[in-house]
């Protein structure tokens, strides 16, 4: 059953001719992404008045193993490669969150994105803990069956801590549908039988979900909306920013668009593009197809990455990589509101300059958790054999993003804080009390 209805984004293979440009790849310099989840956790302890103990708890993954994964490259030479699967927390749940395919990836950057997931899955009240895997791997530079072994590899070394009732895997930076199937098909022919729920983002053929490779970007935009509101405004009356066109933020520019926005820059890690008064989105889709990059749009001009963020747009969102909105250029943003479609995207000290100078951060935790939450569908009609529409879906999606985002808001206007001050404030007190209500076991 082809989910003919979502829009194609970016190729699912690499074309030949990248452009030109040498992509980044190195995260920036300043405090990695694990301090910012921790100084947010602090916040959020202090806060709410819990503990050390309970701090330390919180602040610790629960589970983590590192693995050495030899590849055997079709030249007939070896590759050896670091993988990561950290799982942050599982007292309200299996552990939930994606593997990323990245140069960058180390053990410290997978468990902030594990702790991350824990809150996530917490402020939309699913069932679960938060993990996440990584392999320190630029998947540009490797073939498809390289990429297969790379996968099988890793899954088959990670096997004994995943599991439907144990911890989910799903797409991130440089995986995707494929990846999942591959390490649904590992894990299951050592088991001995199809688990379609060990991951979740798998291809429709073998027990995805329709809806789920946009859901990540219509929850962006279900939460803007919501933003929006709270100022009168709506879709139509914005012009929006956005860093990074792969999954997460091709997609999102579709819908912006499609909902009357004007999506007027939206760049890559080649570089960007940008046209006052908006792109044709369908045009750009057309040419990142056809290029793998934005870059050499014709429909607009260049514009660099750090450019972009500084630009009078109305909506900012960054759904590339974390740490890109520090304290050195968040006093350039212009933007009135930052909707973060990547995780991690603003480090502390850039929140703090946000926040004084007005603009409000709808945060990661809230604004990208459309697609853990299809991803919760996706698992739950796995674990069911049955298949629900996609209209079902998008209808429960969106239930889902309103019902979340007024829960933080309401904390953010009863406390008196920033929107990611309260999603956490929410997030971290629903762990505590799972933690509190199950006891110590011995
Ligand atoms: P992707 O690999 O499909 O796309 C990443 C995009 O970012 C690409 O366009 C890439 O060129 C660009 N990019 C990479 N490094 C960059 C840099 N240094 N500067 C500018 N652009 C850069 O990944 P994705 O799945 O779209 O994920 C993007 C972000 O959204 C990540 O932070 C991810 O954790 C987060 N996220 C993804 C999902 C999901 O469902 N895919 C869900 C929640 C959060």
Not at 83 to 98: D, I, L, W
Not at 190 to 213: D, H, Q
Not at 312 to 324: C, I, N, R, S, Y
Request: charged residues 20%; contains cysteine; proline residues 6%.
């Amino acid at each position: 059953m082809p989910d003919t209805t979502a829009p194609d984004a970016v190729p699912d293979h690499v074309p030949d001719h990248l452009p030109d440009v040498a992509p980044v790849t190195a995260r920036p310099t300043h405090a990695g992404p694990l301090a910012t989840a921790q100084e947010q956790l602090a916040g959020a302890i202090g806060r709410l008045g819990y503990d050390a103990g309970m701090h330390a708890m919180l602040a610790t993954p629960r589970r983590e193993i590192n693995v050495a994964i030899p590849l055997r490259r079709d030249d007939g030479s070896t590759e050896l490669f670091h993988g990561f699967r950290v799982q942050h927390n599982v007292s309200r749940g299996p552990g939930k969150g994606g593997l990323r395919y990245h140069p960058a990836v180390d053990v410290d950057e997978v468990r902030a994105l594990a702790m991350w997931m824990t809150w996530k899955c917490a402020v939309v009240e699913l069932p679960y803990g938060g993990a996440k895997g990584g392999v320190a791997i630029d998947p540009r530079n490797y073939s498809q069956p390289e990429l297969e072994r790379v996968t099988r590899r890793y899954t088959s070394e990670i096997m004994p801590m995943i599991g439907p009732e144990r911890d989910i895997m799903a797409p991130d930076i440089g995986t995707d549908a494929q990846t999942m199937a591959w390490v649904m098909d590992t894990y299951s022919v050592n088991k001995g039988y199809t688990i379609p729920g060990v991951v979740t983002g798998k291809p429709l053929e073998v027990g995805g979900s329709l809806g789920r490779a946009t859901a990540t970007s219509r929850g962006v935009v279900h939460s803007t909306r919501a933003a929006l509101r709270e100022a009168g405004l709506d879709l139509p009356d914005v012009s929006v920013a956005i860093q990074g066109f792969g999954k997460v933020g091709s997609h999102a520019a579709d819908f912006y668009s499609d909902a009357g926005s004007r999506v007027e820059a939206v760049s890559d890690q080649y570089g960007g593009v940008y046209r006052s008064g908006g792109l044709d989105v369908p045009r750009l889709l057309t040419h990142v197809r056809t290029t793998g990059s934005v870059v050499g749009f014709e429909g607009g001009d260049p514009i660099g990455n750090e450019e972009l963020l500084g630009l009078d747009v109305d909506v900012l969102v960054p759904a590339a990589v974390e740490g890109v909105l520090t304290h050195d250029n968040a006093g350039d943003v212009k933007a009135r509101w930052v909707v973060e479609g990547a995780n991690g995207p603003t480090t502390a000290r850039a929140d703090a300059i946000l926040a004084d100078r007005g603009v409000v951060v709808v945060p990661d935790i809230l604004a990208n958790a459309g697609g853990v939450v299809v991803s919760y569908f996706e698992w739950v009609q796995a674990q069911q054999a049955y298949w629900w529409t996609e209209a079902e879906i998008e209808l429960r999606l969106e239930e889902r993003m309103l019902h979340a985002y007024a829960g933080v808001a309401e904390v953010a206007r009863r406390e008196s804080l920033p929107m990611r001050d309260a999603a956490l404030m929410l997030s971290v007190q629903r762990v505590a009390v799972a933690h509190r209500t199950r006891g110590l076991y011995p």
